[in-house]
Nanobody
Framework: QVQLVESGGGLVQPGGSLRLSCTVS????????MAWHRRAPGKQRELVAT???????NNVDSVKGRFTISRDNAKNTVSLQMNRLKPEDTATYYC?????????WGQGTQVTVSS
C-alpha cells in the first residue's frame, strides 16, 4: 500500500505563508501526475492544484496567484507553497496521485488561517 505523508501545516495569520510537503512511497512517482486537495470543516474534499510528471501545473481559481505546486522526483516529494493565506484556506490538506488516486489517502496536514 502506498504511503502518503503530508507535513508543514500549522496556524498562520491572514496574509501569511506556509509550505506543505508530501512524501510518497511509490516507485512510479516520477511518472505520475500529482495533486493537492483540501477539506474544510463541513465541506467535501476539493482539488487545489495539480502537477504533471514533467512539471506542468494548474491551480483552481480560488488559489491562483497565491499557491504554487512543485515536485522533486528524486525525493518523491510534492510541495505546495501557499502565500497570502486567507481564512477560507483553513482546511486539512492532502496530496495524492492525479487524476487517479492511489486508492488510499494520508492523514493530511491541518492549515488554520486565523488572527
Amino acid at each position: 500500500q502506498v504511503q502518503l505523508v503530508e507535513s508543514g501545516g500549522g496556524l498562520v495569520q491572514p496574509g501569511g505563508s506556509l509550505r506543505l510537503s508530501c512524501t510518497v512511497s511509490d516507485t512510479t512517482f516520477a511518472y505520475a501526475g500529482m495533486a493537492w486537495h483540501r477539506r474544510a470543516p463541513g465541506k467535501q474534499r476539493e482539488l487545489v492544484a495539480t502537477i504533471s510528471p514533467d512539471g506542468v501545473t494548474n491551480n483552481v481559481d480560488s488559489v491562483k496567484g497565491r499557491f504554487t505546486i512543485s515536485r522533486d522526483n528524486a525525493k518523491n516529494t510534492v510541495s505546495l507553497q501557499m502565500n497570502r493565506l486567507k481564512p477560507e484556506d483553513t482546511a486539512t490538506y492532502y496530496c495524492n496521485r492525479f487524476p487517479f488516486n492511489f486508492g488510499s489517502w494520508g492523514q493530511g496536514t491541518q492549515v488554520t488561517v486565523s488572527s
